[in-house]
C-alpha cells in the first residue's frame, strides 16, 4: 500500500517460489486430529537437523505471502471445519497465485484446482507452497506425490 496515494502499487514483479524453502506455518493445536500422514511429516520437518524453520502467524495471507516468497509449505490440514480453508475465497485464489509462482497446492490427495465447488461454504484441507514439501507431504500422506496436469513455468512468462 502506498501511503501517500492510498493505492496498492505491485512491489515485486515475477514473484517465484523457490522449489524448496526452509519455512514450514502449521496450526499446532489441530496436530493430534490430522491424518497420520500429515503428522508424520510435521514430525520430520520438526527433527533435529531438517533446515526447516516454524513460522505461523496466526494470518493466513502472512503465512502464504512468507512461503510464496521465500519457500516452503503452508498447512491447514483440518480436520474441524473451522480449521480448514474455504474452498471459493481462501482456497483457490491463493492455489492460482501459487501456481502462478511456480509452486503447488493440494488437498493431500489431489492438486487443489482440479476441485469443482460444490456448495459456497465448502471446506477443505490446504497445503500449498514449494513443490518439493507439497510433493514429499503427499508422499507422507498417499505413498507417492501427485502429478500436477497442468503445470505453469513462470520462467516462461512474457515480460510485462
Known amino acids: 500500500l502506498d501511503t501517500l496515494s ?3 502499487v505491485l512491489a515485486k514483479q515475477h514473484v517465484q517460489t523457490p522449489k524448496a524453502g526452509p519455512i514450514y506455518s502449521v496450526d499446532t493445536s489441530v496436530l493430534p486430529n490430522v491424518v497420520d500422514g500429515v503428522r508424520k511429516y ?11 524453520k516454524f513460522r505461523h502467524l496466526n494470518n493466513l495471507v502472512a503465512n502464504f505471502h512468507n512461503v510464496l516468497t521465500k519457500g516452503g509449505i503452508l498447512m491447514l490440514p483440518g480436520p474441524q471445519k473451522q480449521d480448514l480453508a474455504k474452498f471459493l475465497t481462501e482456497a483457490a485464489p491463493l492455489a492460482f497465485v501459487a501456481r502462478q509462482a511456480g509452486a503447488r497446492a493440494s488437498v493431500g490427495k489431489r492438486n487443489l484446482l482440479e476441485l469443482s465447488a460444490w456448495s459456497l461454504e465448502m471446506s ?32 516462461t512468462m512474457p515480460k510485462i
Not at 514439501?133 to 513462470?154: F, I, Q, T, W, Y
Open 6 to 8: 492510498g493505492h496498492f
Open 42 to 52: 510435521v514430525d520430520l520437518l520438526e527433527a533435529e537437523g531438517s533446515g526447516k
Open 124 to 155: 477443505v484441507p490446504l497445503f500449498v507452497g514449494s513443490t518439493a514439501d507439497v510433493d514429499r507431504l503427499e508422499e507422507m500422506v498417499l505413498g507417492h506425490a501427485v502429478e500436477e496436469k497442468n503445470s505453469v513455468d513462470p520462467s
